[in-house]
């Protein structure tokens, strides 16, 4: 999609304006970006966003290319931006790009020429690496002489204020959100969705399009859901053999284990590989601006001294200890309290089913309801907890995604896996724990399905969404018209969800798997559909995401290394509980207290086992590392360098104004040559 723009002509109103760079001109531009505005926009507004964004930086602007839309009446502005300007604000942003020696170097825009593809800055920086470039260039506008918004006076404006947010917390900029190109994601799909190959997908090109948080999860899912195929086989296996139940549930539980150590440690190589790849393994990190709804009295940064909202923490951690964590607290209780109620009505259905011997399938309703009742806790405190975090004020979007994760995270814990612990080790009813275990996960996999898919798409259709009615004319449509019906979709809720979704099945598959070994096949026919479903709705009910730099899976890493130590645990108490075990205690007089003893032992000597497994596995491939030293000792040795070049040039400059002011003589100028060598080589 790319909107003719002649070359020869001014730019005006109607068109795109002009690039900074006249190098950069050309006779077509992609629009990269959307911005939507208020219906009945104040049209000196729209002129003066325009005027700020196509500004140069050094008066506050943004040096990008804008066009007002399908007239200049109208309330859209599609943003792109010249090839110099990608790369200046890529080298800025601390992009790293594979270099000519074939290694991965933070770009520099003065050495352009020497990394790969750089020439042709479509090939060179992917679609949503240059959509991300944008959004960042459109944040760093910055109030510079205004005192208000142009149009609306009573809407004012403090010095160096982020106008782009400004906008959107005064409701003034709608909505913004970066463009689909149809004939890459037609490709994509046909290669992702579409493809017969039940699990491997095109990550690279996931990369390219959505960006490396999108990719990252896509890959943890596909590695997650065949490191599970082992797993399944090897449980069907355990349940296939002719031996008694403990030694099945021995044997499964050390390859339990031992599979979930190596499995993260694999992931952790694996992402180092991938974040290299693709660059975002050393990205520089940046001051975060603050979040858009973050408030509070004006004050200085004193770091970037800025004129920024200040909120005292004191005031947020009061709001945390005094406010979130005893809501926290309260809906713990609430799920607590469910979990009593279920007990009680299995004990009830029991008994009943005892006297009639009839409706066996009722066994299984006090399951089914309290799975329900658990879904329904876990959306309700996730909206919860979303209003909490919002109104703890955090500054920055990542302190703020963090708790928002830690609060979801505690409670989704306790209300999922509660029930299984006490049936474990107070009930100690393994029988009910295997109809628990498989209740769970059918009827929490089904409703999971539902949610993530059918609901999207019946909100789309509910809705009237303008561009499923008029599919058949969107052909022939103004490509405005395309541009606004991506618009229109649901804004992409994120990955939190499917990374919580596949935190809870890993934790089935570490803690409990070893009394129901089933688990791992249930979850690989789910993740097959998760992938394509996922894959569907990304590329066509959502809007498209922008990019965000992913190294690796984040804070989840360390939740899924904390289920498997406490899977080791888990995995010992169950086999301690067993009635084979207390009857082979019972037999050979081992009173309680010694198999505690043993078993905290075996406990032990597992998790020694497992701590020397993470400590062999490297978590950086070697090759990985290599490259790594060697960019890092080429830049060092090339800092040295430039220093001793410096130095050098200094010391001359200062000789020849001592010799020319007659203050040293020729033989002093020599021995303050051979000082300044001396200082070179202490330098190196």
């Known amino acids: 999609m790319f909107f003719l723009m002649d070359p020869k002509e001014p730019a005006t109103m109607g068109s795109w304006t002009r690039a900074t760079c006249k190098c950069c001109t050309s006779s077509a531009v992609q629009p990269l970006v959307a911005l939507e505005l208020i219906e009945n926009i104040n049209m000196e507004t729209k002129q003066w966003l325009m005027s700020r964004i196509q500004a140069e930086k050094t008066v506050g602007g943004a040096e990008l290319m804008v066009h007002p839309g399908e007239d200049d009446d109208g309330n859209m502005l599609l943003v792109s931006a010249s090839q110099h300007v990608l790369l200046r604000t890529a080298e800025v942003l601390g992009l790293y790009k594979l270099y000519k020696d074939g290694s991965m170097v933070s770009f520099s825009y003065r050495d352009r020429r020497n990394f790969q593809n750089s020439v042709n800055v479509n090939e060179f920086l992917t ?51 970066p463009l689909h190109d149809e004939e890459m994601l037609n490709e994509l799909g046909t290669r992702w969705y579409s493809h017969r190959n039940l699990t491997l997908q095109p990550i690279d090109s996931i990369y390219r399009y959505f960006g490396g948080s999108v990719a990252m999860y896509f890959s943890f899912l596909e590695f997650f859901t065949c490191s599970l195929m082992p797993m399944a086989i090897f449980g069907t296996i355990v349940v296939s053999l002719s031996m008694d139940t403990i030694d099945k549930c021995i044997l499964f539980s050390v390859f339990n284990i031992i599979w979930s150590t190596v499995v993260m440690e694999l992931w952790k190589r694996h992402s180092f590989v991938l974040s290299y790849t693709w660059g975002t393994m050393q990205m520089n990190s940046q001051f975060e601006e603050p979040r858009v709804d973050y408030k509070g009295p004006m004050g200085k940064n004193p ?9 005292p923490a004191w005031k947020r951690k009061m709001k945390i200890w005094l406010v979130s964590v005893p809501i926290l607290c309260l809906f713990l209780a609430f799920s607590l309290y469910g979990m009593f ?14 006297e009639n011997s009839c409706w066996a399938c009722a066994l299984y309703l006090p399951s089914i309801l309290h799975t329900l009742y658990v879904t329904g806790m876990n959306v309700l405190y996730k909206t919860v907890a979303k209003v909490l975090t919002e109104w703890e004020n955090h500054r920055l979007e990542s302190s703020f995604q963090n708790h928002l994760t830690i609060k979801v995270l505690v409670f989704r814990f306790v209300n999922c896996f509660a029930a299984l612990f006490y049936i474990s080790f107070y009930l100690q009813d393994l029988e009910l724990l295997r109809k628990k ?10 409703i999971s399905q539902f949610i993530e898919t059918l609901v999207p798409y019946l909100y789309k259709t509910v809705n009237g969404n303008r561009t499923h009615l008029k599919k058949a004319t969107m052909e022939n449509a103004p490509e405005i018209d395309k541009i606004k019906s991506q618009g229109q979709m649901t804004s992409f809720p994120g990955m939190f969800d499917e990374y919580m979704e596949l935190f809870v099945q890993f934790s089935y598959v570490s803690l409990f798997s070893c009394i129901y070994p089933l688990t791992a096949i249930l979850i690989v026919v789910n993740n097959i559909t998760e992938i394509r479903m996922d894959a569907l709705k990304l590329c066509h009910l959502f809007r498209k995401p922008f990019i965000s730099a992913a190294a690796n899976i984040g804070v989840w890493q360390t939740a899924f290394e904390m289920i498997g130590f406490l899977s080791v645990i ?17 037999e050979n007089n081992i009173t309680s207290k ?13 998790l020694a086992i497992k701590i020397i497994l993470a400590f062999v596995i490297p978590d950086i491939p070697q090759w990985v590392k290599l490259r790594i030293d060697r960019v890092e000792y080429q830049s060092l040795q090339a800092l040295k360098h430039k220093l001793a070049e ?15 002011s007659g203050e040293i003589t020729q033989s002093d100028s020599t021995e303050s040559s051979l000082q300044t060598s001396n200082r070179q080589l202490k330098l190196l």
């Open 341 to 354: 109620i279920f007990f009680r009505a299995e004990a009830w259905v029991k008994a009943f089913h005892s």
């Open 303 to 311: 770091i970037t001294h800025r004129y920024q909202p200040y909120y």
């Open 570 to 586: 888990t995995n010992c108490l169950l086999i301690s509980i067993s009635p084979q075990v207390e009857e082979y205690c019972a």
């Open 594 to 606: 010694d198999a505690l003893i043993w078993t905290v032992g075996v406990e032990h000597a597992l």
């Open 437 to 446: 275990l498989a209740s769970l996960l059918v009827l929490t996999q089904i």
């Open 127 to 177: 679609l949503a690496e240059r959509q991300f470039i944008i959004l960042r260039a459109l944040e760093n506008i910055k109030a510079v002489d205004e005192k208000y918004i142009p149009g609306y006076p009573t809407k004012a404006l403090y010095p160096g204020e982020v106008i782009f947010n400004r906008l959107q917390k005064i409701k003034i900029l709608h909505t913004f959100y």
């Open 646 to 660: 410096a130095d050098k040039g200094h010391s001359r400059e200062t000789e020849e104004k001592e010799i020319w």
